[in-house]
C-alpha cells in the first residue's frame, strides 16, 4: 500500500497523520518527518494520528518509541492518537499502548 503523510497545526498542536503502511520500507520517511517537527520545537504537543494506518512492525514500532524519547527530552508532548485496530493490537502486545496513547487498552471503539 502506498504511503502517504499530512501535517496540521492545531494551536500549540502539531498533528501528523500517516497513512498507509508503517514498515520497514518507510518508517524512515515518518521518523524523519516526526525528527523535524520535534527539531523545530515550535509546538507543545505533536499528535500522531494513525487512524489510517493499516499496518504497523516493529521498525515502525521503535521509531514511534524513538521519536515519543526525543519529544519528551525536549519537553513536547508526544501522542499516538485513534489507533485502527491492527496498530492498537501491535502496541497492546508490546505493552507500549499506555506509553504512547492516553486510552486505556480495553477502550476500544464499538
Known sequence: MPFDCTIERDGDTIVVAPEGDVDVDNAAVLRQVLHQVVDRRDCARLDVDMSAVTFLDSSGLGMLVAAHRAANARGITLTVRKPGP?????????????????????????
Open 86 to 110: 491492527m496498530v492498537r493490537m501491535v502496541l497492546e502486545v508490546t505493552n507500549l499502548h499506555q506509553v504512547l496513547t492516553d486510552e486505556e487498552p480495553d477502550a476500544a471503539p464499538a
